[in-house]
């Protein structure tokens, strides 16, 4: 095992050469790989300047935002900048038909009007480092994968429990290149952050679902939070003694713009992509994912939106599952459409062809790496279909699916608590997360909304998923109704426990176990408990112990692929760890004949200007500001930047990254991907991949002439 970690990193320390522009690249390692090629470009700093644990540097200033998000702070009284839709869920909560922040945007002018956030909080890296040896320590080449994984988990726990005894610090560690190479990372996170200004959605959310993923864009995709500490400067929950926090670093904010051709930065937490599958994988998602997920997220939406337009409450209750439902639906789109155009399914069959070819050049290679590919074969026969059926199940009966069967499940640990005979100690405290849970839940419920979305489901599930793969209990309530669900649906949501905020709070408040069996009696519980049992006993076993194989056979087929690799250096897929991507700013060419420029304008706004539609109706002040062309410092030739286009290397996870320029100075803030590259998670096209991000003047000029809360920009360091 020692010898495959030498191997290993003998080829990443000679690899010289790295794909285009492509790539997620470890700050650690930076210096070793990347900042000559960075330099080259145009980056005028050192890799000490980005990653540091002997002085301040810029990862000090990078965070991982609310669990999802990136986020980076723009003064030393800890304000920081991250999406709208980052922080779109928390404005959300703050807001009610009285004081609609979503509509209006929120805007505090003291720190005395900054709104806390309950639960919300931000981590900074501390430091990494690298602990191949010390996960690998024990690991014989012989050992089964049950051995190998008994020793590594060992290992990991103990290295973990070492960097964060004693201090206010958390650590884990992650596995790279498919678990050939491991990283510690040890983390600080604040727990007091609080909404200090957000532009109403009609800026922030411009453009809404219909513009998501495309390019040209004019959205205002930013809202600002501020970290509070205790007066050591240390994490603290929250507390009206709290103060702003003081950070070792924070990002200086370039007036100059950005012109074709200019280096470009982002640095942030990627959640995960996949570059390294093989073709069996891409046929997976695009002949039985894909299609099938594509109907059923649509069908959501279009209920969801119908419902939204006709009711102000309801869109508040659903803009935010909206858009989250709405953003992998449309990502799935864009990632079928992008693949098939470029042709990714024959891509992976010409490489792997020529790696086969390779592997069977040399008896030790084919004896190592000839059962790869056809194993891969027999393995995803299998995936497909386990894949299909629990993405499936969940999405329509499952956790993912109809809300009011999600809160039925809520409630299984209780029927099974009773049935138990559990002490009153372990019923109290099953009791306790129910009401906790029953207050937050029916705030964003919508009886009526989530009726038509159970009929809707239970046709879809009925139609698409093979009899042998339905729950029996919904086979019982297809038969009782002849399959039509409109006929059972009113009844079963007028009488549920589940579907009324009271009915169920004053279940759980007055809870009786003699009771347990009106639970049981109900159809929504019948379902919920019966996914549950499917999931769990004809499912995700063979789901699970298919995911093991292709896993373990990952490790050796990313080996396998670095030693063919020879004198190029591959990037460690993303796996929501703090990472460097570096391009330039560029336009690109979507179609024949046809060519975008790398930056929108204000301009494009009025001319998307639309009172009739939600998303596109422009707010009168920005109206305002446009026609007198009050754009202040933050105007470049007469007009009022908005957006623009590089070719970082970014997915999901990035989104309220810092875009950096030369000089290390924040120019933008990450939001999105263009649609045509939108299919980077698995193939990075460098003619097409673009990631999307709001030029930090059009946030300025909007924190500063539109919401009048200019005094924000005097704890900033602009540079003009």
Not at 137 to 146: A, L, N
Not at 178 to 185: D, E, K, P, V, W
Not at 198 to 218: E, L, Q, V
Request: aromatic share 12%; hydrophobic share 35%; glycine share 8%.
């Amino acid at each position: 095992m020692k010898k495959l970690f030498i191997v290993l990193t003998i080829l990443l320390l000679t690899a010289p050469f790295a794909r285009s522009d492509e790539g997620m690249w470890i700050p650690l390692l930076i210096e070793k790989f990347n900042i000559e090629i960075m330099q080259e470009k145009g980056f005028k700093l050192t890799a000490e300047d980005i990653y540091s644990v002997n002085q301040a540097c810029m990862k000090d200033g990078v965070m991982i935002f609310g669990g999802g998000c990136t986020a980076e702070l723009i003064s030393p009284e800890g304000l920081l900048i991250t999406n709208h839709h980052c922080g779109y869920g928390r404005i959300q909560a703050h807001s009610s038909l009285e004081h609609d922040y979503l509509t209006d945007g929120f805007w505090a002018m003291s720190r005395e009007e900054e709104l806390p956030n309950p639960g919300l909080t931000v981590t900074f890296l501390k430091y990494m480092e690298d602990v191949t040896d010390r996960v690998l320590k024990g690991v014989k080449k012989k050992m089964s994968e049950k051995e190998r994984n008994e020793i590594i988990e060992a290992n990991i726990s103990e290295i973990v429990a070492g960097a964060s005894e004693g201090n206010n610090y958390s650590a884990f560690v992650r596995p790279f290149y498919m678990g050939n190479q491991f990283f510690l990372f040890v983390n600080e996170t604040y727990r007091d952050v609080r909404l200090v200004g957000a532009p109403p959605s009609a800026i922030g959310k411009f453009g809404g679902d219909t513009d998501n993923w495309m390019w040209p864009r004019h959205t205002g995709d930013f809202s600002l939070f501020r970290i509070y500490a205790d007066k050591n400067n240390r994490p603290a929950d929250y507390s009206e003694e709290n103060v702003a926090y003081k950070p070792g670093f924070h990002f200086p904010i370039s007036l100059k713009g950005v012109a074709e051709g200019d280096f470009t930065m982002v640095f942030g937490y990627p959640g995960g992509t996949s570059q390294y599958v093989p073709s069996y994988h891409i046929s997976m998602l695009l002949d039985y994912v894909y299609p099938s997920m594509i109907e059923l997220r649509g069908t959501k939406l279009d209920i969801i939106k119908k419902d939204m337009d006709a009711d102000p409450a309801v869109r508040i209750q659903y803009s935010s599952k909206a858009a989250g439902i709405s953003n992998s639906w449309k990502r799935w789109i864009g990632e079928k459409t992008g693949m098939e155009r470029l042709e990714t399914i024959n891509k992976k069959k010409e490489f792997e062809k020529e790696f086969s070819a390779w592997v069977k050049d040399k008896r030790r290679r084919d004896r190592a790496y000839g059962h790869i590919l056809p194993t891969y074969r027999t393995l995803y026969d299998k995936m497909q279909e386990y894949y299909l059926v629990n993405s499936y199940t969940s999405e329509t009966l499952g956790r993912s699916g109809v809300e009011a069967i999600t809160m039925a499940a809520s409630f299984i640990p209780l029927v099974e608590a009773v049935h138990n005979e559990a002490d009153d100690d372990e019923i109290k405290a099953i009791l306790e997360r129910l009401s906790s849970r029953i207050s937050n839940f029916y705030r964003n419920y919508n009886r009526s909304t989530d009726e038509k979305l159970f009929i809707a489901m239970m046709e879809l599930y009925g139609n698409n998923l093979d009899h042998k793969w339905q729950i029996p209990e919904y086979r019982d309530l297809y038969r009782s109704c002849n399959g039509d669900f409109r006929f059972m649906a009113e009844d079963i949501y007028r009488q549920s426990v589940f579907t009324n905020h009271e009915k169920a709070a004053q279940f759980v408040s007055a809870f009786d176990s003699r009771l347990i069996s009106e639970l049981e009696a109900d159809p929504l519980f019948i379902l919920a408990r019966g996914v549950n049992a499917f999931l769990n006993e004809r499912v995700r076993p063979g789901y699970m112990e298919v995911s093991r194989e292709i896993a373990n056979l990952d490790r050796l087929y990313m080996k396998a692929q670095i030693e063919f690799a020879d004198d190029e250096l591959l990037w460690p897929d993303a796996n929501f760890t703090l990472r460097v991507a570096y391009g330039e700013v560029g336009g690109y060419e979507p179609g024949d004949g046809v060519y975008y420029t790398h930056y929108t304008t204000l301009e494009g706004i009025i001319e998307k200007d639309n009172p009739e539609i939600y998303d596109y109706d422009v707010p009168d002040r920005l109206k305002e500001l446009y026609y007198e062309k009050d754009y202040g410092r933050y105007a470049q030739d007469g007009k009022m930047p908005v957006c623009f286009i590089a070719d970082n290397h970014t997915t999901g996870g990035n989104s309220g990254s810092p875009v950096i320029n030369a000089e290390g100075h924040l120019i933008g803030v990450n939001f999105d991907r263009a649609w045509e590259g939108v299919m980077s998670d698995l193939m990075f096209n460098p003619e097409q991949s673009r990631n999307i991000s709001l030029d930090i003047r059009y946030a300025l000029f909007l924190i500063d002439k539109f919401a009048g809360a200019g005094y924000l920009l005097e704890e900033m360091t602009i540079v003009e």
